[in-house]
């Protein structure tokens, strides 16, 4: 919050709130806290998985923050005066893509102002996951599309060097730049 309230003072860098990403995994009790300070910034919450069992293969800190308090810290951010909620979920082939967990994922934000911002997994060596088919991410978008839920799917740059997605992956140290 520090640094929030830095950006938008006037007297310091006087940036819209509007204009502020946070971006998070999915804290509840922060989330919450964010929706106490009333301020119309952007929330993006990496979910990545409709389910508990599917999250936790894939985020270590879904052990401790279920899906289901995740949903109602969302709820409670926009019965707050929250703006829209972007859902990041990072494509990821035979664990989040199946067509059952579309459909969970649209019931789960049917009731919320949400985005779902599809990811394409940017495989890369000895990440144990590879990327879901284009035509699996056509199908779980036409799901989430069918249900009204707003949803794109976002092709990031960066797959040559491991860092798409946010992900960087060290190669080996012939991979490190020589200064």
Not at 117 to 144: C, M, Y
Request: proline residues 4%.
């Amino acid at each position: 919050m520090g640094a929030i309230k830095t950006m938008i003072d006037p007297a310091a860098l006087d940036m819209s709130a509007r204009k502020i990403t946070v971006s998070t995994v999915g804290l509840p009790q922060r989330i919450r806290k964010l929706a106490d300070e009333q301020l119309p910034l952007v929330l993006a919450v990496s979910l990545h998985a409709p389910d508990d069992d599917t999250r936790k293969q894939i985020i270590p800190t879904a052990q401790a923050y279920p899906v289901a308090e995740i949903m109602d810290s969302l709820r409670y951010w926009q019965d707050n005066g929250g703006r829209r909620v972007t859902v990041e979920y990072t494509m990821l082939n035979g664990i989040n893509d199946h067509i059952w967990q579309a459909d969970m994922l649209a019931a789960l934000v049917k009731d919320l102002t949400i985005h779902v911002n599809l990811i394409p997994f940017n495989a890369w060596h000895n990440s144990g996951f590879k990327t879901s088919s284009r035509e699996k991410i056509d199908s779980f978008q036409k799901v989430l599309e069918k249900a009204d839920v707003s949803v794109s799917v976002r092709f990031s740059r960066g797959q040559d060097t491991g860092g798409a997605c946010g992900q960087l992956s060290l190669q080996g140290a012939q991979a490190l730049p020589t200064v």
